[in-house]
């Protein structure tokens, strides 16, 4: 079995400040990692991924996620943070031949 | 990049009657397609998936004759909701694969909230 946790629902931060949203997750085998993003009144896209390789990865809008196998991480970060930014952020996981588990998700809301 | 589309987006209707969900992929062929529910708070679940041409294949609990699924073309898959009731009142968002993608690939909707009174 596997499973995604996203302990923050909700992380307010001022505009260009630096963000950090938390994602843990648990799995028997080797794991897949995503993180998707949703913005109001879109379906989710997929902002980066970890299959393999490099433990840093660079996603899309200078977003980058870090692999940490011995804490069983995937935090999403942003150095500086703007209003677009705003919107709800899915951590996901798929463990082997397992379907993607998702996150219940982070809302994002960027003060200006 | 590829676009998924949804209709309707927002739907109320009485307790008792069906509803139909469309899933369209706008701008390539899906040979798989995904059907999925979120609860306010909650993660989304994953309720089926469904091959084109062929039977989709349900989660554990998920009822098969409650939430019919059709996906009868490579751009068109449908959620129908029969004898709705209240508790099936959610957000349900659909997501499709392109035939040779590997199996992360997935382009979602935007949902569709569903109300049943």
């Known amino acids: 079995a596997q499973s995604v946790t996203q302990l923050d629902s909700q992380v307010p931060v001022f505009e260009e400040a630096p963000v950090e949203l938390r994602c843990n997750y648990s799995s028997s085998v080797s794991v897949y990692l995503f993180w998707y993003v949703q913005y109001p009144n879109q379906g989710l896209q997929l902002l980066l991924k970890y299959l393999s390789g490099s433990t840093l990865v660079k996603g899309i809008n200078g977003f980058e996620a870090e692999f940490n196998k011995s804490q069983t991480s995937f935090h999403l970060r942003k150095p500086s943070v703007h209003i677009s930014d705003t919107a709800e952020y899915f951590c996901a996981v798929r463990g082997g031949y397992q379907k993607v588990t998702f996150g219940t998700g982070t809302k994002l809301q960027v003060i200006p | 990049g590829a676009v998924v589309s949804q209709h309707p987006s927002r739907v109320i209707c009485k307790s008792g009657t069906s509803v139909k969900i469309e899933c369209r992929s706008l701008?390539?062929?899906?040979?798989?397609m995904f059907w999925y529910r979120q609860f306010p708070k909650k993660s989304l679940m994953l309720m089926a998936t469904?091959?084109?041409?062929?039977?989709?294949?349900?989660e554990q609990g998920v009822e098969k004759d409650k939430f019919l699924i059709n996906h009868a073309s490579l751009t068109l898959s449908t959620l129908t909701v029969t004898s709705a009731h209240p508790e099936d009142s959610s957000f349900y968002i659909c997501s499709a694969r392109p035939p040779l993608a590997v199996q992360e690939t997935q382009y979602f909707g935007p949902g569709t909230r569903l109300l049943v009174l």
């Open positions: 701008d390539f062929q899906a040979t798989t």
């Open positions: 469904s091959n084109e041409g062929s039977k989709a294949t349900y």
